[in-house]
């Protein structure tokens, strides 16, 4: 089961697929389970040649070595630059030095016009790890470490290619999830613990 799809007309719940998240393990139907790395990159086009034969090399032996089927995630998104500038100058408020308080304000037009019709785009990089269990298998603990496992060996495997990689945590798949089929929400609603406990509890407004 592909994890990120688009299924046309169907309906959301069909198309996102998951039950629940337990202990930072996506819960998908059908016995199937997920754990999600997230990675970081390696600038490619600045290395030397050598260095490129080398890094080819090992994402090769990589590719190789994986213990498991894997899906590979590019997200790019439109970094929130007016959050970035209204976070910046809330500083202004707590600075008490004119000079600062000078340099904080050519710093936040400096990035307004840098910005000025051009959109800015980040990337984040991400691996799906499955595993399916052949009968429906309750033990989280039993599933966490066979997924455990093969994450050990693909963190392992990235590091040889000079790359850091960490799950996601259960908030975090969430906001990730959230972020794709509400990308204009995330940035003024993100999912936080805090949240997630009011909703248990039926304490939000």
């Given amino acids: 089961m592909t994890l990120f799809t688009k299924a046309g007309k169907a309906s959301s719940r069909e198309q996102i697929q998951i039950k629940e998240v337990v202990d930072d393990t996506l819960v998908l139907p059908g016995n199937e389970y997920r754990q999600i790395l997230e990675t970081s990159s390696i600038n490619f086009e600045l290395k030397s040649e050598e260095e490129q034969d080398v890094i080819i090399d090992s994402f090769q032996n990589f590719l190789n070595a ?35 308080q000078k340099q904080i304000d050519s710093y936040c037009a400096f990035v307004k ?28 603990k039993v599933i966490k470490e066979h997924l455990g496992l093969e994450r050990d060996i693909i963190i392992k495997g990235l590091e040889r290619i000079q790359m850091k990689a960490r799950a996601l945590t259960g908030i975090e798949i969430l906001n990730l999830f959230y972020g794709l089929y509400n990308p204009e929400n995330i940035k003024t609603q993100a999912i936080t613990c805090e949240t997630v406990e009011a909703l248990l509890k039926n304490t939000y407004v």
């Fill in 66 to 100: 994986l213990p498991c089927p894997i899906q590979i995630l590019v997200r790019v998104r439109e970094v929130d630059i007016d959050q970035y500038v209204k976070d910046v100058a809330k500083m202004k408020e707590k600075e008490t030095v004119p000079a600062y």
């Fill in 113 to 140: 016009k840098l910005v000025s019709g051009n959109k800015i785009l980040s990337r984040r990089f991400y691996i799906v790890i499955p595993y399916k269990h052949p009968e429906h298998h309750q033990d989280m």
